[in-house]
């Protein structure tokens, strides 16, 4: 007798469940870097910002992203991170920004190591909404961005590519 289709396909669900926990758990105190993404979306004078929900950079503002899955090409990571985050789907440019965030504890052990690749993406459709792991999501006029509290690789990012 073979397992019911639901049954296995809640099995499925379980295990993707685990595996992105047991990953969100290894970005904090890392034995390597963590590779991740960001979507630079300018549209009619505006940028895509989320505040972040979480560590590092609890509270301030920055592109939409996050870490890339085990298999993603990084194009569908910043789509499905944008997505998450933000509501709206995206189509995705090319390359703009590379940083890296280096954060020590209070002992000097390394508590997040990542390496950033932040692309060019156009607004496709979606009504824009705060996801799960953004306080808030919003279209920032550029002449706005120095009155929010940004992160550093934000302000380096957008002085980069001429914005700030």
């Known amino acids: 007798m073979g397992v019911a289709p639901h049954l296995h396909q809640t099995a499925k669900v379980l295990f993707y469940q685990s595996i992105r926990l047991v990953a969100a758990l290894h970005r904090e105190y890392p034995d390597k870097p963590v590779l991740g993404v960001g979507a630079v979306i300018i ?3 505006r940028i895509l ?3 972040r929900g979480s560590d590092p950079g609890r509270g301030v503002w920055s592109v939409p992203g996050g870490v890339v899955e085990l298999g993603e090409s990084l194009r569908n990571a910043v789509r499905r991170e944008v ?3 933000c509501g709206v789907e995206v189509e995705v440019g090319g390359l703009c920004w590379v940083s890296e965030i280096v954060e020590r504890d209070e002992v000097g052990r390394i508590r997040f190591h990542y390496v ?6 156009d607004y496709v459709s979606g009504e824009l909404r705060a996801g799960s792991d953004a306080l808030e999501a919003r279209w920032v006029p550029l002449r706005d961005l120095r009155s929010l509290q940004m992160s550093k690789n934000l302000v380096e990012l957008l002085r980069g590519i001429g914005v700030y």
């Open 83 to 85: 997505r998450e985050e």
């Open 43 to 45: 549209r009619e004078g």
């Open 116 to 121: 950033i690749l932040d692309f060019f993406a």
């Open 49 to 51: 910002l989320v505040r």
